[in-house]
Structure formats: structure tokens, C-alpha cells
């Protein structure tokens, strides 16, 4: 059994004019470099995972853009909606041709399972039964491997009064099934623009930088972090560990500025 290196890239934010900014970055841009550095200085990706919120306008062009764009990585892109995505769009857009959209996969002797925690018109995420059922027919499925699980709200809070209140809102019907499935090793999330990293149980979870704008760590309100853009490269090894380790661009994108992130 070989081991799996995974690139995760979230948050993008893309737009149908790629011209246009979002907390003071040009989204598009941003995107570009960080695919262009992390392709050039780490290992070729057995695949990449993306953590949602892809587009933030709803529209196709975004989602175009972003087929485009992670074309160039020469590996198979699994997506997963945010709440700033449209997740029908996705489905009709990001599920052919390299590209899955949620479901489940196998990756050399891992499992893959991509979660929608989207709710139409609100920042926060719930898991609807549906998709908890899902999720236990898809952990049963690959009850002979170990388990990586992304969905984009993370499942617990990360200190921040502000994203605390638009995380998962069923965080614990979550964490109850994962329990039940020992073979989980790993959640990943993204939502929150910043490094964060957990423990439940023997689950280690962790969200990941935005390839925009980073969010400054343990604040009440939205305050933006001079973090440049970031990703994370994970090696899923043959033993069901896992090491990870975070890419950030050498240098900040245009100029980190809050926006009404509630108002979004
Ligand atoms: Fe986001």
C-alpha cells in the first residue's frame, strides 16, 4: 500500500468577473499563486481536496474559473460546497472530467468521505439526516480503511466568538457518528481562514489558511490576520498516520480588510 499526498486548498472565493476583490484580495490571483507555488515547491499531488466556499457570487463563471484553474494540477479535485457556494451548480459543474463533487472515494489505502454542511441563505452549517445517514453508509463502506473527512464548517468551536456562531451548528450529531467508526483518523475543514487543530478522541482535526485572506485567531468580532495565503499538504502514510504540514505564499496578496462577514 502506497501513501497518499494530498493537497488541500479552501476558501478560494472566486468570482464570475475575476477582476474583483474580496477583503481587500483579488480572489482569482491569489488562487493562481498559491496552485502555482505549491505545485512548484512541494511533491506532485495524488489528488487535491477543496474545502468550499469556491465561488462567492453563484455564479457558473466562477466555477468555470475555478475548473481552470486546478486543471493545471494534474491530479483529481474533490469539492465540497461552503456557504457561499451554490451547491447545485457544483454538482451540475465540478463532478466530471478529474472533478468529484462530495460522495465518497478511495485513495491508495485510504478512504475519502466529502460532506455538504451548506444551509441556503445562512453563514452556519448543519449536517441535514440525510447527510448523516450518508455518512454512516459511507464509513461502513470503507470500514477496511482509514478515513479522512472533510466538510467545510469545522465540527467543534476554534475560540472566536464570530465564527463560533456560524460554525456547525449539529457539530455533535457529527462527532457522535464518527465515534461509532473507529477507523476515522482525520477531520478537515475550512470556514475559518486560519490554522486550527484539535483533538476528539483519537480524531485530530484541522482547518486550514484561505488562498485569499486570513481571519486573526481567538477574536469576538472579524479581524483580518497579515497571514499571506495558505494551503496544507497532507501524506496519508501507509499505517493510517498522518503528517501535515501548512504552504503559505511568501508574501501577502493586495491588503488584508474586513468586510461584514455576517452581512455576506
Ligand atoms: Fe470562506
Same mark, same amino acid.
Given at each position: 500500500?502506497?501513501? %497518499?499526498?494530498?493537497?488541500?486548498? *479552501?476558501?478560494?472565493?472566486?468570482?464570475?468577473?475575476?477582476?474583483?476583490?474580496?477583503?481587500?484580495?483579488?480572489?482569482?490571483?491569489?488562487?493562481?499563486? /498559491?496552485?502555482?507555488?505549491?505545485?512548484?515547491?512541494? $511533491?506532485?499531488?495524488?489528488?487535491?481536496?477543496? *474545502?468550499?466556499?469556491?465561488?462567492?457570487? +453563484?455564479?457558473?463563471?466562477?466555477?468555470?474559473?475555478?475548473?481552470?484553474? !486546478?486543471?493545471?494540477?494534474?491530479?483529481?479535485?474533490?469539492?465540497?460546497?461552503?456557504?457561499?457556494?451554490?451547491? %447545485?451548480?457544483?454538482?451540475?459543474?465540478?463532478?466530471?472530467?478529474?472533478?468529484?463533487?462530495?460522495?465518497?472515494?478511495?485513495?491508495?489505502?485510504?478512504?475519502?468521505?466529502?460532506?455538504?454542511?451548506?444551509?441556503?441563505?445562512?453563514?452556519?452549517?448543519?449536517?441535514?439526516?440525510?447527510?448523516?445517514? #450518508?455518512?454512516?453508509?459511507?464509513?461502513?463502506?470503507?470500514?477496511?480503511?482509514?478515513?479522512?473527512?472533510?466538510?467545510?464548517?469545522? &465540527? /467543534?468551536?476554534?475560540?472566536?466568538? =464570530?465564527?463560533?456562531?456560524?460554525?456547525?451548528?449539529?457539530?455533535?450529531?457529527?462527532?457522535?457518528?464518527?465515534?461509532?467508526?473507529?477507523?476515522?483518523?482525520?477531520?478537515?475543514?475550512?470556514? %475559518?481562514?486560519?490554522?486550527?487543530?484539535?483533538?476528539?478522541?483519537?480524531?485530530?482535526? !484541522?482547518? *486550514? $489558511?484561505?488562498?485569499?485572506?486570513?481571519?486573526?485567531?481567538?477574536?469576538?468580532?472579524?479581524? +483580518?490576520?497579515?497571514?499571506?495565503?495558505?494551503?496544507?499538504?497532507?501524506?496519508?502514510?501507509?499505517?493510517?498516520?498522518?503528517?501535515?504540514?501548512?504552504? =503559505?505564499?511568501?508574501?501577502?496578496?493586495?491588503? &488584508?480588510?474586513?468586510?461584514?462577514? +455576517? #452581512?455576506?
Amino acid at each position: 500500500m502506497q501513501s %497518499v499526498q494530498l493537497l488541500q486548498v *479552501t476558501d478560494p472565493h472566486l468570482f464570475g468577473d475575476p477582476a474583483v476583490e474580496l477583503y481587500g484580495v483579488n480572489t482569482a490571483e491569489s488562487l493562481r499563486l /498559491v496552485l502555482a507555488s505549491a505545485l512548484a515547491a512541494g $511533491p506532485a499531488p495524488d489528488a487535491v481536496v477543496v *474545502t468550499g466556499d469556491i465561488g462567492d457570487d +453563484m455564479s457558473a463563471a466562477a466555477y468555470e474559473h475555478f475548473r481552470r484553474a !486546478l486543471q493545471s494540477c494534474g491530479a483529481p479535485v474533490f469539492c465540497l460546497p461552503g456557504n457561499h457556494d451554490d451547491p %447545485v451548480l457544483m454538482a451540475r459543474m465540478l463532478d466530471s472530467h478529474g472533478f468529484q463533487y462530495c460522495g465518497r472515494a478511495r485513495l491508495g489505502g485510504w478512504g475519502l468521505v466529502m460532506l455538504d454542511t451548506h444551509v441556503p441563505g445562512r453563514p452556519h452549517g448543519r449536517l441535514a439526516a440525510a447527510e448523516l445517514e #450518508r455518512l454512516e453508509t459511507d464509513l461502513h463502506a470503507l470500514r477496511d480503511v482509514p478515513v479522512l473527512v472533510c466538510l467545510h464548517h469545522p &465540527p /467543534v468551536p476554534v475560540g472566536s466568538a =464570530w465564527l463560533d456562531g456560524v460554525g456547525l451548528h449539529n457539530g455533535d450529531a457529527f462527532l457522535e457518528v464518527i465515534a461509532r467508526h473507529a477507523q476515522v483518523r482525520v477531520v478537515l475543514a475550512g470556514h %475559518v481562514h486560519q490554522e486550527f487543530e484539535a483533538w476528539h478522541g483519537p480524531v485530530r482535526l !484541522l482547518a *486550514t $489558511p484561505s488562498t485569499c485572506a486570513q481571519f486573526m485567531p481567538r477574536t469576538d468580532r472579524c479581524v +483580518m490576520d497579515r497571514r499571506p495565503p495558505g494551503y496544507r499538504w497532507l501524506t496519508l502514510q501507509e499505517d493510517g498516520s498522518v503528517a501535515t504540514r501548512l504552504g =503559505w505564499l511568501p508574501a501577502l496578496v493586495g491588503e &488584508p480588510r474586513a468586510e461584514d462577514e +455576517m #452581512r455576506r
